[in-house]
């Protein structure tokens, strides 16, 4: 089942976007990130465990979106279920006005497979930039960022 996160679900939403974050797959999330966008946040729930999960981050007024900490669980993935979760985002940010949302990835054929397009990072907005600023990879940071248009 997948549905919006509660308070409940930040200190697994984080434990499962950190153990993929300390195999070098994704960006790590501290509890306090996780809680301060937690309305951001869909999860995937099986036998009440968080097994999945991704958010959707507005980045301004200029109709961009960001999906952001998609993840699986090992045994969980090759289901359908991540796709089910970026399939969430994208009509969470229909239903904001959103034009086109945007991901940052280390896996760009996963993005390519949903109908997303390669960008250069540098075609999007330097507000983004905030969190990369503060990443330990910057700025020798190997995401490819793609876009989808709404």
Known sequence: ????????DAVNIQKLVNHFANLD???????????ENLRDFWVYVDNEEIR???????????GLAEIKSLVVAENF???GIGKDLVLRC????KSFGIDKIF?????????KNIGFGEIDKDKLPRKIW????????????LETALV???
């Not at 089942?1 to 409940?8: F, G, N, T």
């Not at 797959?25 to 809680?35: A, D, G, K, Q, V």
């Not at 999945?52 to 200029?62: F, K, P, R």
């Not at 969190?131 to 020798?140: A, I, R, S, V, Y």
Request: aromatic fraction near 10%.
């Open 1 to 8: 089942m997948i549905r919006k996160a509660e308070l409940s």
């Open 148 to 150: 989808k248009a709404l």
């Open 25 to 35: 797959l994704m960006l790590p999330r501290s509890l306090n990130e996780i809680y």
């Open 103 to 111: 991901v940052l990835t280390y896996r760009p054929d996963y993005f």
């Open 52 to 62: 999945g999960c991704s958010a959707l981050h507005i980045v301004g007024w200029d």
């Open 90 to 93: 994208v009509d969470e940010a």
């Open 77 to 79: 993935q090759g289901k």
């Open 130 to 141: 905030t969190e990369c600023c503060n990443c330990p990879k910057f700025p020798g940071c």
